[in-house]
């Protein structure tokens, strides 16, 4: 049987006594070594819930377990060591003078014996492909390479969920598809549960599973696929589909017989060469 690695059971919050409810009644479950993404509208509750999972905030009702373990005041400091965050801004991130000082720092703060520090440097900063800068200065780096050094950061700890909160939001796409593709391996490697948080639908479409947060309620769980065939309505609670769902649906719209709902542009292809091999 696959293991839990965070349970939400009945979750709901706010910022303050007298403040709305910013996220109401929410239970999930996200498995060991899978990758889940999470969407929805600008204060819909998604970053909240990545707060909520290592402990900056308490559920006002309900219970969070992480790997078995309720999330409470006695368990922060071992729930920190399970949750590694990524976050939107790379020059945020930075607390040490070099790249290896900074995936140091982590470390020290949750008691890493030194003789393991330096091997696990390594390790992190091969497994983002920054190895050859440790001893560069943080503002040297692109934003792209920055954001992997954090990466590298929060993997140092080995946790066993990593939480990226927007991680891509200010790369270019060269610098996404960097992100995205070494979180992929990580993920491959490092067996870790991932959550994504994104607008970037990208992003979306590579994950195993999608939590669709709409006012604070989890309005659908599904598959890519069982998420973007909602086109109509993913529009009315303000979401996006991809490009290639657009495109593909007008395609049959103009009488193009294509059988699939296409999520990417291979499958698009695909989806026209099998018609197109059969007429
Ligand atoms: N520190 C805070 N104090 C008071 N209200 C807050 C605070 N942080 C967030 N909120 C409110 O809680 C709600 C949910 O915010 P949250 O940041 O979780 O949304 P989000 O889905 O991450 O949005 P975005 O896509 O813009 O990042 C919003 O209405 C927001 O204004
Ligand atoms: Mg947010």
């Given at each position: ?53 290592n ?5 006002q ?23 590694g ?5 790379p ?10 000082d ?13 003789e393991?520090m ?27 390479q ?19 909160d ?14 995205m ?6 993920q ?20 195993d599973?999608?939590?669709?947060m709409?006012?604070g ?6 598959t ?10 993913l ?12 495109l ?13 709902e ?18």
């Open positions: 049987m696959r293991k839990k690695i965070i349970e939400f059971r009945n979750v709901s919050f706010r910022y303050g006594e007298e403040a709305p409810w910013v996220l109401k009644n929410c239970s999930f479950d996200i498995y060991e070594d899978e990758w889940v993404a999470i969407i929805g509208h600008n204060g819909s509750g998604k970053s909240t819930i990545a707060k909520l999972v402990g900056l905030l308490f559920p009702e309900g219970e969070i377990l992480i790997d078995g373990q309720l999330v409470n005041e006695e368990s922060i400091w071992n729930i920190r060591k399970e949750v965050m990524v976050f939107q801004n020059d945020n991130q930075f607390v040490g003078a070099t790249v290896q900074d995936v140091a720092f982590g470390m020290e703060n949750r008691g890493v014996p030194r393991d330096k091997k696990r440097i390594t390790e992190t900063l091969t497994a983002v492909r920054m190895q050859d800068y440790l001893l560069t200065e943080p503002h040297r780096l692109s934003g792209g920055k954001q992997r050094v954090a990466i590298a950061s929060v993997l140092a700890i080995s946790p066993k969920v990593l939480i990226l927007e991680a891509t939001a200010m790369l270019d796409p060269s610098g996404r598809k960097e992100i593709d070494t979180v992929a391996s990580i491959d490697d490092h067996g870790v549960s991932l959550i994504t948080i994104t607008h970037d639908l990208q992003e979306v479409v590579q994950a599973r999608v939590i669709v709409n006012r309620e989890i309005w659908k769980e599904a890519p696929r069982g998420i973007f065939t909602q086109k109509d309505e529009r009315k609670i303000g979401l996006d589909v991809p490009f290639v769902a657009i593909a649906d007008e395609l049959k719209q103009a009488g193009v017989a294509i059988e699939m296409p999520l990417d542009h291979e499958e698009l292809l695909e989806g026209l060469w099998t018609l197109h091999s059969r007429t």
